[in-house]
Every structure is written in structure tokens, then in C-alpha cells.
């Protein structure tokens, strides 16, 4: 099929709505208020590290915390029958379409002061916790929105696993250790990787999790961003300054951890 | 082992239903003080009131029209898309394919606000303000890649001598498309067109950054919860949460159905 034409109107399209608001961005970002080129936004970010260090800690964190919940459920889910592996799996991904804001609207119902929670802590003869507005908050509720993110890819490479090279492992006497410290886990790294992007990348530059369950103490790289273009210190070039460094800083990311993933597809490789 | 296995699923299915379930619980508070963790009796008032909320209407109108046109337009474009996209040379193909990953790897946040520097300056230079009309073309623009992503692989697997045979027998490469590559590309399609709908319905840090007054659902929902959630929005979410089960119950079982049937089929000699 010889159609190279049908392409043009999504090229232009996305160079129009894509390529040029990221262009914006840039321009923005090296500009002052008059159009003249400055490094001061550039510079002007620099203040704020300490908000792009909590993002990352916090977004690691929930990474990190999704990772070490998701993978064992996404293990079990791929082990079990496939009639009630297909109910597991529509059970993870129904949660996904309630909006968002509700569902970390309905867990600040849960955490607050006089919450659901704290009403049950009390019914049992517990002190009461501080749950709201502080920065384990914020991770629950980037742990609660990104969990099924890890899940999905991590249960799709693991049901698509050849089994014959389990038993292989087991013929080769490889206990139930071995199998899945050589076996099973290198060969969902992909999964693994995908998980942990799409966890990462969202729980990085969120805004409402942190302004709804982290109150004011709990400013995060998205708090700052909207704060400049929607909020009370507008200001859209030291907005897409920081923009431009989260986006920098997530392409860095995203490089170190696709590194990792061809080194073990090459590893992969050999091994064939 | 597996009572182990068995405890540690409920407790995460617990932990990601215990909000869903607050959620639908308190749809059928009867409150007079939209209190979001006091229950105070059973009643269906929310419900009722939500049908006469003129703006919870307005903004549930407004996010259907935009889902429609977005899923509509991305999946005639995305498809056309997809076509040319194979076609292509190697280079071409490969900075078509890098533009087209761009919204995905990109924070939506910053999506949101490099469209919005680009809105405000175009309404400017048009007179008009945004709205209805620029969300509509940030939600095709983040829809695109997945439509393309969905109906690519489809194209892929297409044994491509269908088309040139196609040709030899007489049809005009437009009876070609629609008689021998369109149903071979159905599916991707579809999924695609599913996909951009429920993304357009869900998403609110685009339309956040490009709506200007105008207000879709999650926007609406957004600006209530910084005062207090009105529980007739519990209320909409439990009903749009029952469509959506009973949707994929019906998927689930027709396709249980189709493989029992693919499976007596192999079973019969």
C-alpha cells in the first residue's frame, strides 16, 4: 500500500498542537516578561530544589511501595485459573474508571481528622492519628491512583511467559528460589520497567494528590507549575522553566532505566 | 501458602475498593449538612437532586459532547494516520514515531501547560476566549497516539499482498481499503476509538490547563472539592460506576460465550 498522504494531516496536527507548544515552552522558559533572552527562570528554579527533591523522594517512594505491592499481586494473579484471572484483572483496572479526583476525594473522608478511620481507631480504643495533610498521605494516595499502572504490564509479561523455560529451569534442577530469582524476574524486567515508568512519571508531577491529601506543607513540582500559570504567582516563563527541568529530568530517568532494560534484552539474546 | 496468597489479594483489593465503596455509601446519606464522614440515614434525595442540578448537567453534557468529537476525529485521523505511517521510509517513520511518543512520555502536566501557552496566545490573535472548542483539541491531540498505537500493529500483522491482490482482481484502491485492509483493521480501530472516549471522559489536568471558564465533570468535581463535595456528585459516580460494571460484565460474558463456542467447535470432528 502506497498511502504516504493519509500521514499528512496527523503530521501537521501534531507538529501544530505538540511540537509547537513545546517549542513555546522553551522560548518561554529563556524569555522575560518582555520577550528578551535571560537565564534568570532557569536560574530561578534553583530556589525551589528542596519542592524537586520532596517530588522525587515521594514519587520514588510510591514507586518503590507499588513495585513491592504490585508485583506479588500481579504473580499470583498470572498463577491462578484463567476464568478467575480474568475477573482478578478487570477487578484491578474497574477502579480506574471512577474519576480520580473522587477517589482521593473519598480518602480524605477516610483520613481526616474526624474521618472514617479515626472514628474506627476510636471505636477500638486507639488514640486518634494525624492522617491528613501529611507527606505519608501524599504517598497513599499516589500509591492508591498508580497501582494498577504496575500491575497491568507486570501481569501482561508474566502470563505471556513461556512455561517450558520454568521447567527447563526446574529439569535443570533449580529449586523454587533459583527459578524465580534467574528466571522469572529477569524475563519481567520489561514489565517491571514499563510498570515503574508509569508509576514514576505521573506520581512525579502530580498536583492534586499533594493539594488534596498533603495539604499546604506538601508542595510538589506540579503544585509550582500550576501555581504559575493558574494560580495566585502567575508567571508563565518561571512556570515553563520548571517545566522544562521536569521534563529534562524525567527524560533522564527514562534513559538510565530504558539502559537497563537493553542490557538485559542483550543478555536475552546470548542466552538464545 | 495459599490461604497466605489468598489474604494478601483481599487486602489490596481492599485497599483499592474501601474509597469506592465510602464513595457509593455515602450517595445514600441522608444528610442535610453534606457531611462527607457522618451517616445519618438511608435515602436516594441525591439522586433525585442531581437530575435538577442544572450545572452538574451542563458540565456532564459539555464532557460527553467533547469525549464523542475527541474519540470521533482521533480515530478518523489516527487511522489515516497509522496507514501513511507504514508507508513511510525508515527516517520519516522513525521521527513520525518519536513526535507521536512525545504526550506519552511527557508529564501531562506539562502537556497541559505548553498547550495553554499556545491557546492563550492563538485566542488572542483571534479574538475569541477558550472553551468548548480548544479542550476539543487537546483531547484529540493526547488521543491520537493511542488510536495510532492500537490500529499500527493491526496493519502489521496484515498479510500486505491481500491489498496488491485486491488490485489485480479489478478493484479501485479505494474498494480495495474498504472491502479487504478496513475489516482486517476493525478491531484496532475500535479499541482505539473505546480508548480515546474513556480517556477524553476521565482526563483532568489537560482540560484544567485549556478550558478557561468553560466546565467539563472533573473540572467541576475539581473545584468542589475545595469546599465540600456536593454528595449528588457520590451520587452521578455511582451510577456512572454501575454503567461501566455492567458494560464490562456484558463484554466478559460474550466473550466466555465466544470461547466456548471456538471451543466446541475444535471439539467436533
Known sequence: MKSKKACYPYVVWMVLFVVVPMLMVVFFAFTDKSGNFT????????????VFLRSIWLGAIATVICLVLGFPLAYLIARTGRKSQNVMVMLIMLPMWMNFLLRTYAWMTLLEDNGILNQLFEAVGLPKLQMINTAGAVVLGMVYNYLPFMILPIYSILTKMDSSVIEAAQDLGADKRQVFLKVTLPMSTPGIISGVTMVFVPAVSTFIISKMLGGGANLLIGDLIDMQFLGSAYNPNLGSAISLVLMVLILICMGIMNQFDDGEESNGGLMI | MKVLSKVYCFFIYLFLYAPIVVLIVFSFNDSTTMSRSVWSGFSFKWYGQLFSDR??????????????VAAVVSTILGTAAAIGINSLKRWPRRLVMNITNLPMVNPEIVTGVSMMLLFVIAVRAINTSLGIGSIMIAHITF???YVILSVKPKLSQMDQNLYEAALDLGYRPSQAFLKVVFPEIIPGIVTGMIMAFTLSIDDFIISYFTSGTTQTLPIYIYSMTRKRISPEINALSTLLFAIVLVLLLIVNLRKEKENKEILHEEEEP
Do not use: D, E, K, R
Not at chain 1, 39 to 50: A, E, I, T
Open chain 1, 39 to 50: 537565564f534568570q527562570n532557569l536560574l530561578g528554579v534553583g530556589q525551589y530544589s528542596n
Open chain 2, 55 to 68: 450545572l452538574i448537567m451542563q458540565a456532564l453534557g459539555n464532557t460527553i459532547l467533547i469525549a464523542v
Open chain 2, 143 to 145: 488521543c491520537l497516539p
